[in-house]
């Protein structure tokens, strides 16, 4: 635990989106990534050529004398990996936003979180500086590495539970995915009616913006606030596919918290 | 028709967030509001008083002369308005996104629609630059002279009929007004939890940022696009009130675009 933070040797399995965005950050910031692990070998390729580092797929041959291993891997398939791997001395860290710490014991002796709050795409540039960064550890020391190799990355780096963890990821499926949902319900009616998706570009971006300033529910404008059933019923006798649904049930949640 | 555009005297019926914007902007670009109207003292008076100009709330004590009328009231509103507004020679406009431009037919001799496509808070600094504005009008020369008020305002002016209007609205809906209760729900589920709502400021701003680049199909995160039904079924059973049904029915329409 002496080592200077910059130096710890890094295994990253995993070569998704998450994995991608965070190895390259670390990497530019100096860590060294000494291997990258995937079940399927192109993935593996990809990222491992990306970083310019060893790649494997095969769980036996990773690298035993790292001092990090971050797993990006999908929820379910975390509990598998570590079924797999067994004595290890690094500290083992997943990146997910609702998985428990919990999950290692019995399966490592050191272990954390590191949970980037961020969407990640391929083909994104992103840079962490404000992307607020959530760490755990089951040792204070480990928790204050994982302080540290975080600050590295961004400005925002803050210790919270698994408990907690769990619904700022739910906040952020409704902040993040959810809001992504009703971008792309908007654009398939624009494109059934032969619109310029780009035209309601100022529009999301002053959603977004205003809610810095307001708090949402002051921030809520539309027919739904009053529950304007002439408009409304004329939008639901317009709407095709699970659109009117959603519709319906948002405009009456929208309605239920302005009275 | 001769005058130049920024000459013409405009009268405001509406003093909600839309007349008040609209208001202010024109008269920066040095359109004279004559008269604001609205049905309540306090709101007549505040949009006058901001306007520094005349106001009333006695519709037949409204200014005979001015060349363009804007009826910025709620959609509900409006025909009753028109209903006591008769031997007007201006021209009559609405703001509403979903009002056809026929529900002035027996009114008015010239009318049309100067729709503004954004969310209007008050309290609220907007510049109009790049809001888009969709103009119609009964009359050719009408049109040109709403397409050349508009561009005082903003550099993207675009006629539109009031079909293709209704659908831009709809989608403006989902973008915005349902976007927005996204964030508010969200923001519901850190508060219950005592966490702070700023944490996914970052969060909101890259998912806005994101289809910019992206399509929102290809942008799209999160557990729903492989429908996780162990996270999923965990989520909802963290949810209360409407939140759950919400996000099942937003979940499985999130799955149905994925596959």
Redesign the interface.
């Known amino acids: 635990m002496n080592k200077p933070t910059a130096n710890q040797r890094i295994v990253l399995l995993g070569a998704g989106?998450v994995a991608t965005h965070l190895g390259v950050a670390l990497q530019q910031k100096g860590f060294p990534i000494v291997q990258v692990y995937s079940r399927t070998r192109q993935s593996a390729q990809e990222l491992g050529e990306k970083l310019h580092t060893d790649f494997t797929t095969d769980l036996s041959a990773i690298n035993p004398d790292a001092d990090i291993y971050i797993f990006s891997v999908?929820?379910?398939v975390l509990p598998e990996l570590l079924d797999e791997m067994d004595d290890f001395s690094g500290l083992f860290v997943h990146t997910a936003g609702?998985v428990p710490l919990s999950v290692f014991e019995g399966h490592a002796s050191r272990f954390g979180v590191l949970y980037p709050?961020?969407?990640?795409?391929k083909?994104?540039v992103?840079t962490f500086d404000?992307?607020?960064i959530f760490v755990e550890a089951n040792f204070k020391e480990d928790e204050n590495l994982l302080k540290e190799v975080a600050a590295q990355l961004s400005q925002r780096v803050?210790p919270l539970s698994s408990e907690?963890r769990?619904?700022?990821h739910?906040?952020?499926?409704?902040?993040?995915?959810?809001?992504?949902?009703?971008?792309?319900?908007?654009?398939e009616?624009?494109e059934?009616?032969n619109?310029d998706g780009s035209?309601?570009?100022?529009?999301?971006?002053?959603?977004?913006a205003?809610?810095?300033?307001?708090?949402?529910?002051?921030?809520?404008?539309?027919?739904?606030v009053?529950y304007?059933k002439?408009?409304i019923d004329?939008?639901l006798s317009?709407?095709n596919g699970?659109?009117a649904?959603?519709?319906e049930?948002?405009s009456?949640?929208?309605h239920?918290?302005s009275q």
């Open positions: 989106n999908k929820d379910a609702s709050l961020q969407t990640f795409s083909n994104r992103l404000h992307i607020p803050i907690k769990k619904y700022l739910l906040a952020a499926v409704f902040a993040c995915n959810f809001t992504n949902h009703m971008y792309a319900l908007s654009s009616i624009l059934e009616n619109l035209l309601l570009s100022p529009l999301i971006e002053e959603t977004a205003k809610i810095k300033e307001l708090h949402p529910k002051e921030a809520q404008t539309g027919p739904a009053r304007d002439g408009v004329r939008h317009m709407l699970d659109k649904a959603i519709y049930i948002v009456k949640s929208i239920r918290r």
